[in-house]
Nanobody, 121 residues
Framework: VQLQASGGGLVQAGDSLRLSCAYSGRTFSNYAMGWFRQAPGKEREFVASISWSTSTTDYTDSVKGRFAISRDSAKNTVYLQMNSLKPVDTAVYYC???????????????RGQGTLVTVSS
């Protein structure tokens, strides 16, 4: 079982990035998927999640209207489109999977390695 996040990098405030999380090793098509982040010196924070059917999504308030989570089950990939990035979005971003809804930082079955997003002012 593997979740591999990618797409992070160094960008300027106002730029966009799209993170990808490729999953393999089992069938995650019926798993809820989520993104967390952890900034230096801070607790891990929930960012967004999407149900297995894609009919339900959830976002932390600070990213609503800027970030969008989606999934492509045919490609075994979940995405996090991040627009209008701010320096406070700087963090290591992780993807996670859970057999049932919701996915939270305290409730997940699998979590992948993170990808670093750095937003400069």
């Amino acid at each position: 079982v593997q979740l591999q996040a990618s797409g992070g990098g160094l960008v300027q405030a106002g730029d966009s990035l799209r993170l990808s999380c490729a999953y393999s090793g089992r069938t995650f098509s019926n798993y809820a998927m989520g993104w967390f982040r952890q900034a230096p010196g801070k607790e891990r924070e929930f960012v967004a999640s999407i149900s297995w059917s894609t009919s339900t999504t959830d976002y932390t308030d600070s990213v609503k209207g800027r970030f969008a989570i989606s999934r492509d089950s045919a490609k075994n990939t979940v995405y996090l489109q991040m627009n209008s990035l701010k320096p406070v979005d700087t963090a290591v971003y992780y993807c996670a999977a859970r057999r049932k809804w919701p996915v939270t930082t305290a409730n997940y079955d699998y979590r992948g390695q993170g990808t670093l997003v750095t937003v400069s002012s």
